[in-house]
């Protein structure tokens, strides 16, 4: 995704419009902009005070890495610390590595007192500029990371690292036939030599050296936790299309000595072919052309269908062994010890390509994806920053639960982590991601969620506008921030609830299991996810539903872990009774822990389990949640609250419980009025609103209106804190029949009660 400190992102696939076109049309948008007019001024302490009632840090280890190497769990699926304890990872990726020291120390104390334990450096080791030749690094790059890895470190908070990316560089030393100039990558690192030759130099400079802030190198940097061999590529996605000529025909005479390993002879690979043939090949000489990734999206019969699933395999195996090599590099050349992460990335055709993604990546320990979601946006410029006189829907996942990034399918044996995510900017309905993001990440197991991005300042960002630019009287505002009050501002109770595991996982749903064959030949599998969107190379605005047309309920992803074996049985193959838990007639689904429920009709969702219990959503359309030892009153238009135990406690025992408030929250002076538009395609019409004014700092929060009530007859005061967590006065409170009536405050994103 754009990196702010970056210049705008050139992307390829212009090529791909109708490929991609999608029909679905937004319905009407469910609020006005901006918030109602009762609302606070969002303010970060200058001054932070010497005792604070809402600091996480202590649930972080004195340095991170202290017991040894973060390890696999026994069945593979989860993380454990590397004294065997579970570790849950609550994340984001950070530009801290581009802070200076001091800023960088202050960065690493403030996410850990917010909950974080990992973050996620995405970054450009590679040479920079003109004239760098294949071999050489970006220094400045490696000594930033360094740095950041010792500062993380003394906060108990792990390092993902994410060292390579293939959009463009100045190649023009590099000496790879056909690329020069400044130019993408794409595709070329899976096979590739001198490119791989260039890698395997990069990431030894930041591996093997002694890091000169630490001492030790990085390879046995026990805080480094995951290592990601490179981001956002990969042989099944649209940028193949893209390959420079001489880098296709050079792929084209692997593919043929591939195929003359399988048949034998040229005219055994004509005869099973039986005429698929292409201008470009020349089997008797080892060519076999590469068809565009497009035919591999669709169906084909006869010789066509066993060509395109030949050439499946091919890319399939290709990447995979790549994978394989370089893991092998990291360990065994590198001595790192580290887990490995292959790849982050989506395909051109989620039903028929996703789990083949996926497959090449379990070669590597964790399995990972970017997924991102929120409204359309149109607009020059749309794909980094918020202009005035852009276009934008609000679309909240609680009514639209397919769209929410952790539904995922689980490849067996290795955690699964979303390297990047985000409810996008300009998206109103932010309050509801990190409840849910904790709730369903508990729920299916999904190892971690980092939100992207913060690390611009040290802080909560106080000026997050592009000021340099001024259009139609406002300045541009970043898109890719989570350092907004609705997002980073609602960590703390978020935090608590996934990381102490408040919230059961649940027993699998749907367990598929997919032969390789049906996999080259690209058969339907029984689920499949929708399709994500990514504005930068993606044409179209929305990522759009799934084109499976039979198999299973998508909505099983939010009864409970959704997992898949690659290289099994299909007859293995099995699925819970969804008719239990999914209720399309009250558009309801019920987790099979029971403990969450969400009524995808209204917009609610609920989480009822010992220690965390709440409610997030359109909370007016009911008013009152009666939980097991809550009971929440809201005439909030939207709102999440959530309760969570500070003392690992069920709330009825608790001696101290987290009341977290959020809601709407838009820059002092936002503008939009309600407007439709047409899709950047022109094929679809959005029923949204047009920006008149970006605004500027700081935040407004539309006003809390809410109670709440504890079921706990140890409790008798509430504190209000705020946004540093220190304390700034009592809630009303009043105690009866051994509960706790609060009143929440409505300038307040935090109350503590004791």
């Known amino acids: 995704m754009y990196n702010r400190t970056s210049a705008p992102l050139r992307f390829v696939c212009t090529a791909l419009v109708a490929a991609l076109a999608c029909s679905t049309a937004f319905g009407p948008a469910k609020a006005q902009e901006p918030p109602s007019a009762d609302t606070w001024a969002f303010q970060y302490p200058a001054q932070l005070q010497a005792n604070c009632l809402l600091n996480l840090r202590y649930l972080n280890e004195k340095t991170a890495g202290e017991s040894g190497f973060v390890r696999l769990s026994a069945d593979g699926r989860s993380f454990v610390l590397g004294n065997g304890k579970p570790l849950r990872l609550w994340s ?74 293939a959009t463009a560089k100045d190649v023009t030393r590099w000496g790879i036939d056909g690329y020069t100039g400044n130019t993408d990558l794409w595709g070329l690192l899976f096979f590739n030599e001198k490119l791989q030759q260039g890698y395997k130099a990069w990431v030894k400079e930041l591996y093997s050296k002694p890091n000169p802030y630490t001492g030790v190198p990085l390879s046995r940097e026990a805080a480094v936790a995951l290592i990601q061999v490179q981001n956002e590529d990969g042989m099944f996605f649209w940028t193949m299309q893209g390959l420079h000529p001489q880098q296709k025909a050079a792929l084209g005479l692997k593919f043929g000595t591939w195929l003359k390993a399988k048949y034998g002879s040229a005219d055994a690979i004509k005869a099973s072919w039986q005429g698929a043939s292409n201008e470009k090949d020349d089997l008797n000489n080892g060519m076999a052309a590469i068809l565009d990734t497009w035919v591999l999206t669709q169906p084909q019969t006869g010789g066509m269908a066993k060509r395109t699933a030949d050439q499946t395999q091919f890319f399939a195996a290709t990447q995979r062994k790549f994978y394989v090599d370089i893991a092998d590099y990291y360990h065994k050349d590198l001595g790192c010890k580290q887990l490995i992460n292959a790849s ?26 970017n997924r991102y979601t929120g409204g359309v946006h149109t607009g020059e410029n749309n794909g980094w920053r918020i202009d005035a006189g852009h276009h934008f829907t609000n679309s909240s996942c609680l009514l639209d639960p397919r769209s929410l990034p952790f539904n995922l399918k689980q490849p067996v044996g290795h955690p699964m982590v979303i390297t990047e995510s985000d409810w996008v900017s300009p998206e109103g309905y932010q309050s509801e991601a990190t409840f849910l993001a904790a709730v369903y990440q508990s729920l299916t197991g999904v190892s971690s969620l980092y939100w992207f991005a913060a690390g611009g300042t040290p802080q909560y960002d106080p000026d997050p506008y592009f000021n340099f630019l001024t259009i139609q009287g406002s300045h541009p505002l970043n898109k890719w921030t989570c350092s907004t009050p609705m997002i980073m501002g609602s960590f703390p109770a978020a935090a608590l609830v996934y990381r102490l595991g408040y919230v059961k996982q649940g027993e699998p749903v749907v367990h598929e299991e997919r032969s390789l064959q049906d996999m080259w030949e690209r058969k339907d599998p029984i689920l499949a996810e929708d399709k994500t969107f990514d ?56 987790s099979i822990t029971g403990e969450v429920k969400l009524d995808y009709g209204s917009g609610i969702c609920t989480v009822d389990a010992p220690a965390a219990q709440g409610a997030c959503g359109f909370l007016a359309k009911k008013g009152q949640f009666a939980l097991t030892n809550v009971i929440i009153q809201s005439t909030d238009e939207y709102a999440s609250i959530l309760c969570a135990s500070m003392d690992e406690k069920a709330l009825s025992a608790s001696k101290k419980v987290l009341i977290q408030i959020t809601t709407r929250a838009r820059p002092t002076g ?26 500027s700092m700081p935040w407004r929060i539309s006003a809390c209106n809410a109670t709440v009530t504890l079921k706990n007859p140890g409790l008798s005061r509430a504190y209000i804190l705020d946004a540093a967590g220190y304390v700034i006065g009592e809630a009303e409170a009043v105690k009866a029949g051994g509960s706790l009536k609060v009143k929440l405050p409505p300038n307040a994103l935090y109350v503590v009660v004791e």
């Open 535 to 590: 504005p930068n190379r993606n044409t179209g605005n929305t990522g759009g539903k799934s084109i499976l047309q039979k198999g299973v309920d998508p909505l099983a992803f939010l009864a409970g872990p959704v997992e898949v074996k690659y290289g099994g049985n299909p007859a293995n193959s099995r699925t819970e009774d969804l008719s239990r838990l999914i209720d399309p007639a009250k558009s309801l689904v019920t």
């Open 670 to 695: 936002w503008s939009a009025k309600q407007a439709d538009f047409k899709s950047d395609d022109g094929k679809q019409t959005f029923h949204g609103f047009e920006i008149l004014n970006t605004g």
């Open 92 to 165: 984001v990726v950070t530009d801290a590595y581009r802070l200076k020291p001091e800023e960088m120390a202050v960065h690493a104390r403030f996410l850990a007192k917010l909950g974080v334990n990992m973050v996620r450096l995405h970054t450009q080791i590679a040479p920079p500029g003109p004239g760098g030749a294949l071999t050489d690094v970006n220094t400045k790059e490696i000594d930033g990371i360094w740095r950041c890895v010792a500062a993380m470190k003394k906060e108990g908070i792990y390092c993902t690292l994410s060292p390579y990316w």
């Open 344 to 369: 982050n990335w989506i395909t051109a055709d989620p039903v028929h390509l996703n789990d083949l993604e996926r497959y090449t990546n379990t070669a590597c320990d964790v399995l990972a994806v």
